[in-house]
T-cell receptor, first 114, second 113 residues
Framework: NAGVTQTPKFRVLKTGQSMTLLCAQD?????MYWYRQDPGMGLRLIHY???????AKGEVPDGYNVSRLKKQNFLLGLESAAPSQTSVYFC?????????????FGPGTRLTVT | QQQVKQSPQSLIVQKGGISIINCAYE??????FPWYQQFPGKGPALLIA?????SEKKEGRFTISFNKSAKQFSLHIMDSQPGDSATYFC????????????FGSGTQLTVLP
């Protein structure tokens, strides 16, 4: 039982390049989330999904796209990377059950855009 | 709109002391009030959480105090240990939001040996 895993762990991009971050969970969770963490700002929600095939915007969605083709995977895409997207990205998942509110986080992906 | 204000930004405590971190919120729809703990290089992990029907919850050395009328909740760490050194986030949420967490800016706790 690996929980939430993220690929890759580190990445350096040049401005304008594209990439996809992969998040996988093996807990059969319905909800999945992508956050970014910047110094002094806590974590901010980029996009989230309440089930396979559905996605929604969070607080800071601009410049990112997501897809959830399979229940266990949630992909975050950067079509044209900008230096402002330098951050640590965390994926999380949670269950739909009543009274079950804990989010389980992955280890993060550190992205640098030069 | 800053919905969640967390204080202090950083906290240094001697081993065995009490650490207190505060969180103030604006959204009265919040119905779940967790604290997450994050170690360097790791993702956040749930430490303790409370629902608004109780005013206090204790789990070992960790206690949440909740004041609904003041729209505040706090984390108390008793007998603080060097292993507690981490960043702590309050992250309230509500059931109508697909459980989106609204994170505070974080408190970096250092417990000196």
């Amino acid at each position: 039982n690996a929980g939430v895993t993220q690929t890759p762990k580190f990445r350096v991009l040049k401005t304008g390049q594209s990439m996809t971050l992969l998040c996988a969970q093996d807990m059969n969770h319905e909800y999945m989330y992508w956050y970014r963490q910047d110094p002094g700002m806590g974590l901010r929600l980029i996009h989230y999904s309440v089930g396979e095939g559905t996605t929604a915007k969070g607080e800071v969605p601009d410049g990112y796209n997501v897809s959830r083709l399979k229940k266990q995977n949630f992909l975050l895409g950067l079509e044209s990377a900008a230096p402002s997207q330098t951050s640590v990205y965390f994926c999380a998942s949670s269950s739909l059950g009543a009274g079950v509110d804990e989010q389980y986080f992955g280890p993060g992906t550190r992205l640098t855009v030069t | 709109q800053q919905q969640v204000k967390q204080s202090p930004q950083s906290l240094i405590v001697q081993k065995g002391g009490i650490s207190i971190i505060n969180c103030a919120y604006e959204n009265t729809a919040f119905d779940y009030f967790p604290w997450y703990q994050q170690f360097p290089g790791k993702g956040p992990a749930l430490l303790i959480a409370i629902r608004p029907d109780v005013s206090e919850k204790k789990e070992g050395r960790f206690t949440i105090s909740f004041n609904k009328s003041a729209k505040q909740f706090s984390l108390h760490i008793m007998d603080s240990q060097p292993g507690d050194s981490a960043t702590y986030f309050c992250a309230p949420t509500f059931s109508g939001s697909a459980r989106q967490l609204t994170f505070g800016s974080g408190t970096q706790l250092t417990v000196l040996p």
